[in-house]
C-alpha cells in the first residue's frame, strides 16, 4: 500500500503557487489534495494575501487529509516585521485510514518539491495549528 503511494506525481501548478507565494507574496496559503485516480497531488484552494488565518483552517475539511502552506506574517519582540513559511500535514483522526496512509507515504517527497519551507506541522485536530502553536514555532 505505502509503495503505491510513494509514485504519487506532484503537479506542476503545485510549485509554481508555491513559488508565486515565497517570491511575490500572491497568496496568504495553499491547500493541496492528493488525486488518488491520477496518483498526482494538486492545488485545491488558493488563499489571497488578505485572508486570514481563519479562512485558512476554514478551508480545510474537517474529515479529509490534506497539505497546506502558510505564509505566516508576526512581529518580532523588537518589533521587526517577518514571515514564515509554515507546512502543515493535515491528517485529522476522522479521516479514512487509506487517505492518512497515502498522505503520511508522500509527504516527505512532497515537501521537497516546494524548496523554501520554513517550519513544519503535523496536525490531527485543529488545537495541534492554532495560532498559538503558530507562534511559538516561529521563535525557534
Given at each position: 500500500?505505502?509503495?503505491a503511494?510513494?509514485?504519487?506525481?506532484v503537479?506542476?501548478?503545485?510549485?509554481?503557487?508555491?513559488?508565486?507565494?515565497?517570491?511575490?507574496?500572491?497568496?496568504?496559503?495553499?491547500?493541496?489534495?492528493i488525486?488518488e485516480?491520477?496518483?498526482e497531488?494538486?492545488?485545491?484552494?488558493?488563499?489571497e494575501p488578505?485572508?486570514t488565518?481563519?479562512?485558512?483552517?476554514?478551508?480545510?475539511?474537517?474529515e479529509?487529509?490534506?497539505?497546506?502552506?502558510?505564509?505566516f506574517d508576526?512581529?518580532?519582540?523588537?518589533n521587526?516585521?517577518?514571515?514564515?513559511?509554515?507546512?502543515i500535514?493535515?491528517?485529522?483522526?476522522?479521516?479514512?485510514?487509506?487517505?492518512?496512509m497515502?498522505?503520511?507515504?508522500?509527504?516527505?517527497?512532497?515537501?521537497?518539491?516546494l524548496?523554501?519551507i520554513?517550519?513544519?506541522?503535523?496536525?490531527?485536530?485543529p488545537?495541534?495549528m492554532?495560532l498559538?502553536v503558530?507562534?511559538?514555532?516561529v521563535?525557534?
Amino acid at each position: 500500500m505505502a509503495n503505491a503511494a510513494s509514485g504519487m506525481a506532484v503537479h506542476d501548478d503545485c510549485k509554481l503557487k508555491f513559488m508565486e507565494l515565497k517570491a511575490k507574496r500572491t497568496h496568504r496559503f495553499i491547500v493541496y489534495k492528493i488525486e488518488e485516480k491520477q496518483k498526482e497531488v494538486i492545488v485545491e484552494k488558493l488563499g489571497e494575501p488578505i485572508e486570514t488565518y481563519e479562512d485558512f483552517t476554514s478551508s480545510l475539511p474537517a474529515e479529509e487529509c490534506r497539505y497546506a502552506v502558510f505564509d505566516f506574517d508576526f512581529v518580532t519582540e523588537e518589533n521587526v516585521q517577518k514571515s514564515r513559511i509554515f507546512f502543515i500535514a493535515w491528517s485529522p483522526d476522522t479521516a479514512k485510514v487509506r487517505s492518512k496512509m497515502i498522505y503520511a507515504s508522500s509527504k516527505d517527497r512532497f515537501k521537497r518539491e516546494l524548496d523554501g519551507i520554513q517550519v513544519e506541522l503535523q496536525a490531527t485536530d485543529p488545537t495541534e495549528m492554532g495560532l498559538d502553536v503558530f507562534k511559538s514555532r516561529v521563535n525557534l
